[in-house]
């Protein structure tokens, strides 16, 4: 059974730093993985997805990396903003279903 | 385009009564899955449905059905309420053979 991790549960930050969010699942054996954003209440937004053959994947100020060997995969978002607060969650692929990790709740200081 | 829509956005039931939920998939879209995420947990997977037939389950019991439509919309049906049942209920559309699934609004289930 594919368990996904995710560490911090919860990040504090000054507004201009960077963000660094980890996902760990335990069974290489994935299709992708996707990195989603959740608004308090809301539904998943999609951020990045990362196909199984690839290391990383970058939107703007979103890079994510992918160690499918080490079942590893972070996301860096760069110079953060107040509105970057909500809560990351990763989720890996594995057939015809997600496996969700539990998330990382960001908060980002004005 | 359209996105992913559901409904209702809420909805209060009482213990032992049943529920349907509904979603209209992104157009285009054929493959339907419907997730269970808890108040400070990841959506746990409950079932998808491609072309009118379930694709795959996840650890929910039978009380937990589903349908799936020609034009691809879905149902999610909950018999039986219990407590624990209260979460916000996901439905994500994907196109066969396509990696990213897309994700509705949720409903948020409450049971009392």
């Known amino acids: 059974k594919q368990e996904v991790t995710q560490i911090p549960a919860a990040l504090s930050v000054p507004e201009g730093e960077n963000l660094v969010l980890n996902c760990s699942f335990t069974?290489?054996?994935?299709?992708?993985l996707q990195w989603f954003r959740q608004d308090p209440g809301k539904g998943l937004t999609s951020l990045l997805l990362?196909?199984?053959?690839?290391r990383e994947q970058t939107s703007g100020r979103l890079n994510a990396s992918l160690d499918k060997s080490s079942g590893r995969s972070t996301l860096y978002i760069a110079a953060s903003q107040p509105g970057d607060s909500a809560t990351y969650l990763c989720?890996?692929?594995?057939?015809?279903?997600?496996?969700f990790g539990a998330g990382t709740t960001v908060t980002v200081r004005a | 385009e359209t996105g992913v829509t559901q409904s209702p956005t809420h909805l209060i039931k009482t213990r032992g009564q049943q529920v349907t939920l509904r979603c209209s998939s992104q157009?285009?879209?054929?493959?339907v899955s419907w997730y269970q995420q808890a108040l400070g947990q990841g959506p746990q997977f409950i079932f998808q449905?491609?072309?009118?037939?379930?694709?795959g389950r996840g650890n929910f019991p039978p009380r937990f059905s589903g349908l799936q439509f020609p034009n691809y919309s879905s149902e999610l049906n909950v018999n039986a309420l219990e407590l624990d049942d209260s979460a916000l209920y996901l439905c994500?559309?994907?196109?066969?053979?396509?990696?990213?699934?897309?994700f509705g609004p949720g409903t948020r289930l409450t049971v009392t």
């Open positions: 994500a559309s994907s196109l066969a053979g396509r990696d990213e699934q897309y």
């Open positions: 069974d290489s054996a994935i299709y992708n």
């Open positions: 990362i196909q199984s053959s690839q």
């Open positions: 989720a890996v692929k594995d057939d015809y279903k997600l496996s």
């Open positions: 157009s285009g879209h054929n493959t």
């Open positions: 449905y491609y072309r009118e037939e379930e694709n």
